[in-house]
């Protein structure tokens, strides 16, 4: 027997009652059949119009975020009718990689992939009662947040009523955890050789910051009119300093490493971590970075995303979110890649190789970098846990210790 047969069973099992104490006048009987059955449909109306006029509503305080970042997720919820509800339970999912500083608030796990969100709320007439939640990132990757569901039950137990889809999916991309990286002036030097500290010898006409007095060295092309009636002096534009120089950076994995061993695993997890690292150094001196892989995209899977050279905080978003998406595992060998950088990279530009790979380099991979060494600097990062790795003739190398569990490195070194 189930649920609704039980209160129905229940409903004629009292009216019968009620009508045989009240033809044989037995008043108590009839008063307390009289009360379940007064019970019941109060419960039924209740449970009839538990979800009219209830408005739920979900935000999270950012879009992107940091890996260190505190991510806070608040909910609203408001009862515009006389109906109080109690016990109203809200259930949602949540990829798993979200710590919840009340840990209370998730329950089981679905395959390691998801988790259960769970909240109770009470509500009285009128009322609209709003909670926040703050939550930290464990890993990188998208995280995305259930359309949810409403369970109510009536306080009598006699009813229980559910609504799908109450809220609007959410979705929050955390980007890969950025260090410092001790060593780093030896690769840029080898890159980018000595170079002027407030910038590169070319200026972008088209990024003012401001206007100086005008000096006989400068051209009649930098005047501008306005801030010279305004000074009442001839004024120049400053033209901020333009780095013309593109990175291209490389993040491989051999597509035969065994990404389910915990120590493969960390050795690309550092490997990301340096790749967002140098983004993050390089967009700040004014490079344009091209970012290419191996590894399989969440988003784009075997397909390569198209590279755009997009300036400022864009082009860091764009880059960071696509090291935030990559699988730990890959299928395109190395030497794809390298070719396919070799033909779009211009004649002595820079690239910055990190590789994963144990042990000397093979051949074909090391041959490959000699070709793309042959259209401007190439240095080589590798990130390995042995203890002894062994360098490639002709290849200038820098090596990133990969023992170390991935979470607890606070910085990275060169060696």
């Known amino acids: ?51 009219r006029k209830l408005h739920l509503k979900r935000s ?45 608030r998730l329950l089981t796990e679905r395959d390691g992939r998801e988790n259960i969100f769970q909240d109770f709320f009470h509500l009285n007439w009128y009322e609209k009662r709003t909670r926040r939640y703050e939550l930290r990132p464990l890993k990188r990757g998208r995280y995305e ?39 780093q002036t030896g690769l840029n030097t080898y890159l980018f050789g000595s170079r ?16 100086r007095p005008y000096q006989t060295t400068d051209s009649a092309r930098q005047i501008n009119w306005k801030a010279t009636a305004r000074h009442g002096a001839m004024q120049v534009d400053i033209e901020k300093p333009s780095f013309d120089q593109q990175v291209y950076l490389v993040l491989l994995q051999p597509p035969q490493a065994k990404w389910w061993v915990s120590a493969v695993n960390n050795n690309l997890e550092v490997a990301i971590m340096a790749a967002a690292s140098l983004i993050d150094n390089y967009l700040q001196a004014g490079y344009q970075i091209n970012l290419a892989t191996n590894l399989i995209s969440r988003i784009h899977g075997l ?55 144990p042990g000397k380099l093979e051949p074909a991979l090391a041959g490959s970098i000699r070709r793309l060494m042959a259209r401007g600097r190439v240095g080589v990062l590798r990130v390995s846990a042995e203890k002894e790795l062994k360098r490639t003739a002709g290849l200038r190398e820098w090596r990133i210790e990969g023992r170390r569990p991935w979470r607890e490195a606070e910085s990275l070194e060169l060696s």
């Open 60 to 104: 999270l305080n950012r879009t992107y975020a940091e890996f260190d970042s505190l991510i806070t997720m608040e909910l609203a919820i408001t009862n515009r009718k006389v109906l109080p509800l109690l016990g109203l339970k809200l259930e949602s999912t949540v990829t798993s990689g979200l710590e919840f500083a009340d840990s209370r």
């Open 196 to 211: 002027p500290r407030e910038g590169w010898i070319y200026t972008d006409p088209l990024n003012l910051v401001g206007t």
């Open 145 to 183: 947040f259930g359309q949810g569901t409403l369970s109510y039950a009536d306080p009598f137990g006699f009813f229980a009523n559910q609504l799908e889809d109450v809220l609007e999916t959410e979705k929050i991309t955390v980007f890969p955890k950025i260090v410092p990286i001790q060593g």
């Open 303 to 357: 397909e390569e995303k198209p590279s755009r050279l997009i300036a400022g905080r864009s082009q860091r978003v764009e880059l960071l979110t696509r090291l935030a998406l990559l699988h730990n595992f890959s299928m395109e060998p190395d030497q794809r890649v390298l070719a396919r950088i070799g033909k779009r990279m211009e004649p002595g530009c820079t690239a910055v190789v990190i590789t994963t790979a």
């Open 1 to 51: 027997m189930d649920h609704k047969q039980r209160v129905l069973f229940l409903t004629f099992s009292f009216a019968a009652l009620a009508l045989f104490a009240g033809l044989r006048g037995y008043l108590t009987a009839f008063l307390a059949a009289l009360l379940v059955l007064t019970a019941i449909g109060l419960a039924f109306v209740w449970n009839r119009f538990v979800f």
